[in-house]
């Protein structure tokens, strides 16, 4: 008969953080974020931007992030619409928002003359993997990376996937990327509500080591943007616009 160790918890370093953390705009409760709480700033500029009620880093001004108190507060210099927050919202870890069909029918183009190497997106897959922090100490976090055809920019981790890309998006913002020449990568599924963060943001390729759903094909395809997927495989699946990848000889 097998017998088992007693007492295997692990460390608590291989424990990866989420908190509950309140984002407050112009004074008004706006959500809470169940989140890592590092990059706090970031991840408010990322969920405001998708959200439109930012549309640069200028229409801000001021935002304090204060881990402590698990508060993100932001003053912006517009008025924030009742119909984008109705009620204060929760985001889990493990979600994003919920999906509203307007939006489905709203999806814009993204026009980009962007072009990579397959070769050269894997390699900078890998290098985002590598380069983490906190999914090495714990493995249990995601992340998210914005890139140029050229290299790696930016690298953010969190304990829920939706929050990475935010924080990488919030970032992009921050440093005025042009979304329309780079690369957003993710460790997580590209799901329908992670597309349509895609397409509001510009980017037109999303690139995962897993893989999408349909709904989420059925956007990216309106939408003109490439979704790759299983990149970490020796044949990653290019499924949409593959005329952006060029295939090594």
Wanted: proline share 2%; charged share 30%.
């Amino acid at each position: 008969m097998r017998k088992f160790k007693k007492n295997t918890i692990q460390e608590k370093t291989n424990i990866c953080t989420e908190t509950p953390i309140d984002l407050t705009v112009n004074g008004k409760d706006i959500v809470t974020f169940m989140c890592t709480p590092q990059d706090l700033k970031e991840l408010a500029v990322g969920h405001l931007y998708i959200k439109g009620i930012i549309k640069k880093i200028e229409e801000i001004n001021y935002v304090a992030a204060c881990e402590e108190m698990e508060t993100i507060n932001v003053d912006v210099k517009n008025e924030i619409s009742e119909s984008k927050y109705s009620l204060k919202e929760l985001l889990a870890s493990s979600c994003g928002n919920a999906i509203d069909k307007e939006k489905l029918k709203s999806i814009e183009e993204i026009h980009s003359k962007i072009k990579i190497n397959l070769s050269r997106l894997r390699f900078l897959a890998s290098k985002m993997f590598t380069e983490t922090v906190v999914y090495k100490k714990t493995g249990g976090v995601h992340c998210a990376s914005i890139a140029s055809p050229k290299e790696l920019l930016y690298l953010k981790e969190d304990v829920g996937r939706h929050n990475a890309v935010d924080k990488i998006i919030g970032q992009g913002v921050m440093e005025k990327i042009d979304f329309s020449n780079s690369i957003i990568f993710t460790s997580g599924r590209i799901s329908s509500d992670m597309v349509l963060k895609v397409a509001k943001t510009g980017f037109p390729i999303i690139v995962s080591r897993s893989i999408p759903s349909d709904l989420a094909l059925k956007i990216a395809k309106e939408a003109s943007i490439t979704v790759v997927g299983r990149i970490s495989r020796s044949e990653p699946i290019i499924y949409t616009y593959s005329d952006r990848i060029i295939e090594d000889q």
